[in-house]
């Protein structure tokens, strides 16, 4: 970014010269490279666009970069990036899935990094250990039930809703879903193979022909009564009932009951790619969504849980300090997700 200065007449025109230059740098306290200032960032997003794009808006008003997005599947991007190598135009990868993540990581595709205000805002748990990706904001698979069709002491864990009482009475997400498969890895995990195929199996049977393509199909359903429950990521409950206050849907937080396993948990995180052009100004948008003020934008537009240990959740959302999590590190969702895929096919989940 280029300022040529008018004649300069006085020290008060200089100091004025001075002071347009900066701004023209120095945004909302991010300092933005000349050379990469005009260059706009694209971004690979697993995410939805609706619920990443105000995010990045802010982004882009408070430093003048333009963002060019790519939405797709989060494996499908991967893939992607494999095949495009370096000649891919990304600058950062955008998931919904730590294992996802990880499996970015390990083929050699993201830039580890070394930066204060990552290592500052955002617990070592939910990053790699070389900053490779970075989580952004947390979210539980978590069982939606309607209170005028069953009362939350019913059900204590997620796998009670493999039990036979429950047949014609919950919804699942399809076996595509990355959520579905990193909720059953994190279950392998903890229970191992035979007991997570006799959950599977009864998931199946109980949800009969109450398969869906996206989780909010499957807290409508809950809503409307057409099942008692659902599995879903805890923000659709939520976001549903912004705008829909009334329904008679709540959230049960499964699994933490004395020996409970806990909750499922996994992060929505971002990574930058390793041949990007443009590191200073990719490093200044990872900046950004790990900050308050991002991280604030991710609890109050999109209902999920903050990173950032200064940054409060949404209050309608349960108390993250009330319940116990599931001790399966993120990183550890990539190696098991081909085994569990396998074991998802063996059932024969659709």
Not at 97 to 102: F, H, K, Q, S, Y
Not at 169 to 178: T, V
Request: hydrophobic content about 45%.
């Amino acid at each position: 970014m280029s300022f040529v200065c008018p004649l300069l007449r006085s020290r008060k025109t200089i100091l004025s010269c001075l002071l347009l230059f900066l701004a023209a740098g120095l945004v909302h306290g991010f300092f933005i490279p000349s050379a990469q200032a005009t260059d706009p960032l694209t971004i690979y997003s697993g995410r939805s666009e609706r619920l990443i794009k105000p995010v990045l808006d802010a982004f882009t008003a408070s430093t003048g970069i333009q963002l060019e997005l790519l939405s797709s599947g989060s494996t499908e991007l991967v893939n992607r990036l494999k095949a495009e190598g370096d000649r891919t135009p990304a600058d950062l990868l955008i998931t919904n899935d730590a294992g996802t993540l990880e499996l970015a990581r390990a083929a050699g595709l993201l830039h580890p990094l070394n930066m204060r205000e990552v290592d500052r805002a955002i617990p070592p748990q939910f990053r790699a250990p070389d900053n490779a990706w970075v989580g952004l904001s947390g979210r539980f698979w978590i069982v939606v039930y309607n209170r005028t069709m069953i009362q939350p002491d019913q059900v204590k864990s997620i796998l009670d809703l493999a039990d036979p009482k429950w047949k014609d009475k919950i919804a699942i997400p399809n076996s595509g879903s990355e959520y579905l498969q990193a909720g059953v890895s994190v279950i392998r995990s903890v229970h191992g193979d035979e007991k997570t195929r006799q959950f599977l199996q009864g998931l199946k049977t109980n949800a009969g022909s109450q398969v869906y393509q996206k989780s909010s199909q499957i807290v409508d359903a809950v809503a409307k009564g057409q099942v008692a429950m659902g599995i879903v990521n805890h923000y659709y409950v939520y976001r549903y009932l912004v705008t829909q206050p009334e329904a008679p849907i709540a959230v049960l937080m499964p699994d933490q009951q004395e020996g409970g396993m806990g909750a499922i948990m996994n992060v929505a995180g971002v990574g930058i790619i390793k041949s990007t052009k443009h590191l200073d100004s990719a490093k200044l948008l990872v900046e950004f969504l790990v900050a308050q003020a991002g991280q604030k934008l991710f609890a109050e537009l999109d209902k999920e849980y903050p990173l950032h240990q200064d940054v409060k959740a949404d209050p309608a959302l349960v108390e993250r300090k009330s319940f116990r999590v599931a001790q399966v590190p993120l990183s550890k969702l990539a190696e098991l997700r081909e085994p569990t895929l396998a074991l998802i096919e063996q059932v024969g989940l659709r």
